[in-house]
Structure formats: C-alpha cells, structure tokens
C-alpha cells in the first residue's frame, strides 16, 4: 500500500481509504471481513459519516471491529457530521457538531476520533460557533484532527479566519467522468464548452497551495450517483482505454482508473466504498500500477475531454 503524510495531520496514512457508507447491509461477521481485508490489504483509514444509514454504519462498525483482532491504535477513524436529513437541513451550529460527535463516539464505541470532517456547506454556518464547538472537541480529547466535506475556498477561508486549529482535508468528488477538480484550468477562457466553467472556484489548486489534503470520493462513478463507468456500455472508450492499461498492469480496470487519482501530484486520498472484499483486493491494486503521463492524459481524454 502506499502511504502518505497528511500535512499537519496523522502521518502513515493509506492512500486509499475504505468508504463506510454501505456497511449497514451487511451483518456483523461480513463486516469484519470487510475491515480485515482492507487492513491485510493495506488500509488503514476508515471513513464514516452520520448520515450513512442514519448512523448505522458506525454501529455496524463497532460490532464488527472486536471480530478482526486489530487494535484502535492500528487505524484512523473518520466520520463527518452537518446533515441532519431527519430534519431536512444541514446544521453546523455549535451544539448540533458537539452532541454529533457524541453520538458517533457512543456508535463507534471509541473515545476519540482521528478526524472530523463538516460535512457539506451549511449555508447558515457561524464560524465562530464552529470554533467554538472546535476547541471544546479538543481539549476533551474527542477529536485529533479537524477537516471539511464539499467545500469551496471562500468557504474554508471564512471558517480558518476563526478556527484555531489546522483543515487538514476537503474531500470532494473526483473521478475520470467526473473530473471538474481538473477541467476548467484546462478549458479556461473557452466559451465553446461547458468544461471552462468554473464550478468550485478553483478548490484543487487551493488546497495544494494550502497544505489541505484532498479526499477523492466516488473514484468510478458518473454523475453524483449515477453509477459506475467500470464495464457500463455507455462509456466504451474509457472502458477500452482502462482495459489496455489493466491487461499491461496485470490489475483490473477499477484499479487502473483509482492509479488515475493518486498519480496527481497533489498526493489525493481515494475513497472506495465497496463492501465485497474481492473488489477491495482489486481497488487496492491501484498502487501498484505505473502510470506514465502519456498513460494519465489518454485516461483523461478517452473520458470524453479534449485538448483545446
């Protein structure tokens, strides 16, 4: 597994992260396979979030953990907190982050988290009363590192203007199809495509220039949830170009199309979130695939881009 040291953050972490989010449909032993076979694999970042059904992926989680013989201290835990869709809102408030963290700790059964991410802007956030909710998270030892989920940079400009401590991660959507991260620099100035549109103000470049560290979530799918690119008839030039790259690899092609992510410079996490333990085998051979930089545009271009 590659590992990498997130600036001002846990240091020897794996470049790949297993995703939480579907843990709820398995049940307690087939979740400890899924944690096990990331671990022997490599991984040693877990990614939650309270949302992730309701709150039972981390249940699911905790039951699971005590099967895999593995230690807290062996991994970082992650989860994020702000959407609140029993209530049909995103809530960064003061007391709704604190009593979040609560809540995750009493379902992960663990006294303190790695990182905590915000989860999506809350339009309404007062960033004093997230440092506020920040400082008293620290001092009790309930939260190592602090980070934001969907962020652009004005965003998390106004809120360092006011936090104390260092955001350390932004994790964000990336992949082939869905590559606006990356698009727009290329495009810039163009009015004959809708790839010139600057859609999150230029957050990838922020963040390398700010020692953030970019998480990389749904690195095979299209659209928001449109499903995966892996195999789909809808995209057989990317499916072409992944298949000649993975036959020389001897990996398979999700594996080729997460080496796309982590062979940017900006040293990006990616996030799978598959729970069959064969196709985390399969995304973990992401590291050992070499990717030249004529290998990493042809990827880009058989997505459907252009050189202008």
């Known amino acids: 597994m590659k590992m990498i040291d997130i600036v001002n953050g846990p240091q020897n972490v794996s470049a790949i992260i297993q995703g939480c989010m579907r843990m709820p449909a398995l049940n307690k032993e087939e979740a400890a396979e899924v944690i ?5 694999c490599g991984i040693n970042f877990f990614d939650h979030a309270t949302c992730y059904g309701a709150g039972d992926a981390e249940i699911r989680f905790s039951e699971a953990f005590p099967l895999t013989g593995l230690k807290r201290e062996d991994i970082f835990i992650q989860s994020k907190c702000g959407l609140e869709f029993d209530r049909n809102e995103f809530d960064w408030s003061r007391d709704n982050i604190l009593n979040a963290v609560d809540g995750i700790l009493e379902r992960l059964k ?7 991410l915000l989860h999506r802007p809350d339009v309404l956030f007062d960033p004093e009363e997230v440092a506020e909710a920040f400082d008293i998270l ?9 980070g934001v989920s969907n ?8 809120l360092k203007k006011y936090v104390k401590q260092d955001l350390i991660i932004n994790q964000v959507q990336l992949s082939l199809e869905q590559s606006q991260l990356i698009d727009q620099a ?9 790839f010139s549109i600057n859609r999150d103000g230029n957050v990838l470049d922020y963040c390398r220039l700010k020692d953030i560290t970019i ?9 928001m949830f449109g499903g995966s690119f892996i195999d789909n008839p809808d995209f057989p030039e990317l499916n072409k170009a992944l298949a000649e790259i993975a036959d020389r690899e001897g990996v398979s092609k999700a594996a080729v199309a997460i080496a796309w992510i982590l062979r940017h410079p900006a ?10 333990p064969e196709h985390i085998k399969d995304a973990c051979d992401a590291v050992k695939v070499s990717l030249s930089h004529h290998d990493w545009y042809a990827l880009y271009l058989a997505a459907g881009k252009f050189l202008p």
């Open 36 to 40: 096990r076979t990331a671990y022997d």
């Open 110 to 116: 663990v006294e303190y988290l790695d990182t905590l």
């Open 138 to 146: 620290e001092k009790a030892g309930k939260v190592k590192w602090f």
């Open 151 to 158: 962020l652009v940079p004005m965003q998390i400009e106004l």
């Open 186 to 194: 290329l495009y810039m100035n163009n009015k004959t495509t809708e």
């Open 215 to 223: 998480q990389a979530w749904s690195p095979l799918q299209f659209g």
């Open 267 to 276: 040293k990006m996490q990616a996030i799978i979130g598959s729970m069959n």
